[in-house]
């Protein structure tokens, strides 16, 4: 095991030792905890089943899929190519448009009630952002049967984290991540060349300083994301980042206030509100703090504060995360060579736990990053 390595297991199990002196965990708790910590899980990403929490939701529709046309038919005036994508109320499909020459969209589609008012949420709040770095909405329908239908424009089904695989960053076929820190195959400690030298290294910086201006103007019309991840930004057949999955966004100025989020890239004061069910105020920092989760999982190879183990409940498992991401200042002490230190910078500032302590705005953000790519560029 090398030296990164070593530093990592450390820090996990610190963070657990730390939170097995609650008081307020009971005796279960404690037993999956030291599971945790003898088992070698520690390294395992969040069970799919938590990727997206919907703590409101009945536990028998988390295990219902929408009720949806079959595959390779024709739905309205669509005929389905076939499925792109599944969420856990929704399904995502390619088709084309009869109406309107055949053009490819995209259509998110589902039955259950609980997807469907988000469905015409995410329609809503969607349909007023207009920036070229966010996936437009065409339209958004709910038929007879009950099934809600949003249309987009497909432009392709590249994201980030496809890009991130592509550059080998061990992530498993089950869309499992290592938590070993790897670069391009390689631990940290052997990799042998500068990493601002690398050829993708402008081009991740350009496609997160888009992401950024998306962000900047999504804030200004009052609508925080809220489920940041790389997994929801696609990279367009230009090379363009398009924000993608609004579903959970919240939008001050419609009044949607939702719940829910991928508990890795949660900000601290998002899993006190949406897992631990306690009043916590969420603003632009809570989107940036998500961002910075993405910036170091780009650049270290890896996600900072990934959790499992066996038959965790969501509660302690969020408890786990904000232990970790009090210790997070921990996580620096592994050494990517030659990492510019402005972008280094950056992310501590984005990772720190007190809100306070953040950029206050995506602005700030982008002038950072395109510091750095005038810098290495």
């Keep these: 095991m090398g030296t990164a390595q070593k530093d990592l297991l450390k820090f996990n199990q610190e963070s657990v030792r730390s939170l097995r002196q609650s008081t307020d965990l009971d005796q279960g708790d404690h037993r999956r905890l030291e599971e945790l910590l003898t088992s070698g899980d520690l390294d ?3 069970d799919e089943l938590l990727e997206n929490l919907f703590p409101d939701a009945p536990a028998a529709a988390k295990q219902q899929i ?21 969420g856990t109320f929704s399904r995502v499909f390619k088709a084309m448009d009869k109406a309107l020459g ?46 809600t ?13 496809d890009k991130l695989k592509a550059l080998d960053y ?17 631990s940290v400690s052997q990799f042998p060349v500068h990493w601002k030298t690398q050829p993708e290294f402008p081009v991740l910086l350009s496609v997160l300083g888009q992401v950024c201006q998306a962000l900047e103007y999504a804030h200004d019309q009052c609508v925080l994301h809220l489920d940041l991840k790389p997994s929801n930004i696609l990279i367009g057949f230009c090379g363009n980042a398009l924000l993608l999955d609004f579903n959970l966004a919240r939008d001050t100025l419609l009044g949607k206030q939702t719940s829910g989020g991928t508990l890795s890239y949660m900000s601290p004061e998002q899993l006190h509100s949406c897992i631990l069910h306690e009043e916590r105020e969420l603003d632009e920092r809570s989107d940036i703090y998500s961002f910075g989760v993405m ?32 210790r997070a200042p921990k996580l620096f002490e592994t050494k990517i ?41």
């Design 337 to 377: 060579p030659e990492m510019p230190k402005r972008l280094l910078k950056l992310i501590r500032r984005c990772l720190r736990f007190n809100r306070a302590e953040r950029y206050s705005s995506m602005s700030q953000i982008q002038r950072e990053i395109n510091a750095i790519r005038r810098r290495y560029t």
């Design 295 to 326: 910036l170091y999982e780009v650049f270290y190879g890896y996600r900072p504060f990934d959790a499992a183990g066996p038959a965790m409940r969501p509660k302690l498992l969020a408890q786990l995360v904000l232990e970790r991401q009090r």
């Design 44 to 46: 395992q990403k969040v």
């Design 66 to 86: 929408a009720s949806v046309p079959e595959l390779a038919g024709y739905f309205d005036r669509f005929e389905l190519l076939e499925e792109i994508g599944q």
């Design 102 to 147: 055949n053009r490819l969209v995209v259509l998110k589609t589902g039955k259950l009630a609980c997807w469907g008012e988000q469905g015409i949420q995410e329609a809503a709040t969607s349909g007023r952002l207009n920036h070229k770095h966010i996936m437009p909405v065409h339209s958004c329908m709910t038929d007879e049967l009950g099934i």
């Design 170 to 186: 061990r992530f498993h076929a089950s869309n499992r991540v290592s938590r070993r820190p790897m670069i391009h195959g390689r």
């Design 149 to 161: 239908t949003i249309c987009m424009p497909y432009l392709g089904r590249f994201t980030l984290a």
